[in-house]
């Protein structure tokens, strides 16, 4: 064998040895938690079509800020300017991280708004959360044009909830499809926190027990889980792992409450085409672990909007 | 040394294919799978991914007994059928969309009594055809919801 051939060898090599790496890279919002698959297979080859059956993808799904700020309001909590983070913050987050978590931030606060009618602060904080995405480079997630378009149909509600469900899939698909899923989980996890922020803040312990919002509250013990499994699928990026940490702590608290469910009975009502999901539920979260639950999602929320 | 002078061009065009991919995924998840939320508001999460023949990929979200909601499963027209079914902590299947006649359907519309965090396992069949290079394409799966009357 000759150097120059050798050496030729050695770089082609190394060529797809990287053009693998980075196609291994690159498999969007998802966690290839099995092997990678080939799509360049030899013909009629039973084994293959086995190893593919074993490939698996998993999307931990957390609720949407959009989502978060319904379920708010649609237990009848008012709305309170106070909660929200001030805008006026914007230029105190410089680290990817800081922007990553308050652009969830303010896409929830933004979410809030536009469910209770505040049309200047829908404005405001569509502009928060622009120049979150810009300082993540989100191309294009919300430009000018969105947000005069905002302005011009800022008395259309379905209008302004569209383009906030718009312009939060711009920003996370480009994370996704970009190679940073652990940018988007970290999006994810500042919506989630705010929406459990701002719920927890609206709770006057007056009206505990039957509060509507408490359930809802309690509901979120649910996605604890996701949320650990979602960042737990970045683990080892830095800002991610001290995140983890930080959510292990409300794990603790949220194991205190009581959640059980009789089976699921689907049923179905052909009038409306729609499945009723049939299941009781018990719950029991005492005040003082209420209390609990608040003060480390404050501490958690508070270092997330520092 | 010619090969140096191919490796970036390589590179690039590997880069450029992947990229295009996803971006060809997303735009299919918001031009194709979006619609098919109807009249239900989309949460403005994504899920979407480049899934092969046979392959399977789960979902684990929690479903709020306050709201109502449409799931939206949608492949690629050069992809067979995609199957979707929801099952419950107890790894109960709540639904399937394949109907008694072998179709499936894309969407399912649902609410909840008391609120649940449910799994959907989504399956790219198979075209069948052995000796064949599996098909490859996106599937994206989208949520709605709206306020339970």
Known sequence: MNKKYGVGSVILILFLLFASLLAGCRSGGTKATKED??????????AVYEDIKKA????????????????????????????????????????????????????????????????????????????????????????????????????????????????????????????QP???????????????????????????????????????KLSIDILINLLESS???????????????????????????????????????????????????????????????????????? | MRILRIIPILVLFLLGTTINADAQCKAFAKKVCLPELGAYTHDGNYHAAILVEGEEAELYKTFYSDMEYRVAICGEDKLPSVEFKVLDSNKNVLYSNKDKDGKYSKTWDFKLQSSQQLKLVVKVTSFNQSGDTPASGCVAIMFGFKVKK
């Open chain 1, 37 to 46: 698959v080939k799509l360049d297979v030899p013909k009629d080859n039973a």
């Open chain 1, 56 to 179: 698996e993808k998993i999307f931990n799904a957390l609720p949407s800020p959009l989502e978060s700020a319904m379920l708010i309001k649609s237990a009848g909590a008012r709305f309170d300017e106070a909660l929200l983070n001030p805008i006026g913050n914007v230029n105190n987050y410089v680290t990817s991280k800081k922007m990553a978590l308050n652009l969830g931030i303010y896409t929830c606060d933004l979410s809030f708004a536009s469910l209770y009618e505040q049309t200047q602060l829908i404005i405001d904080y569509m502009n928060a959360a622009k120049k979150m995405a810009d300082g993540l480079g989100i191309l294009k997630a919300i430009d000018q044009s969105t947000i005069d378009k905002l302005e011009e149909n800022i008395n259309n509600s379905e209008f302004i909830m569209e383009t906030v469900s718009e312009t939060f899939m711009n920003s996370n698909s480009y994370l996704e499809d970009n190679g």
């Open chain 1, 182 to 220: 652990a940018v988007a989980a970290i999006v994810l996890v500042g919506g989630w926190f705010e929406g459990l922020y701002i719920s927890t803040q609206l709770i006057d312990m007056k009206d505990f027990n039957g509060n509507k919002l408490v359930g809802r509250i309690i509901d979120q």
């Open chain 1, 235 to 306: 683990k080892g990026n830095p800002a991610v792992d001290e995140i983890i940490v930080q959510v292990n702590k409300l794990k603790i608290v949220f194991d205190k409450i009581k959640l059980t469910t009789s089976p699921v009975r689907p049923e179905f009502d052909k009038t409306s085409n729609t499945t009723m999901l049939k299941s009781e539920v018990k719950t029991d979260m005492t005040p003082e672990v209420f209390k609990e639950l608040a003060t480390v999602v404050a501490e958690i929320r508070n270092s997330f909007v520092k």
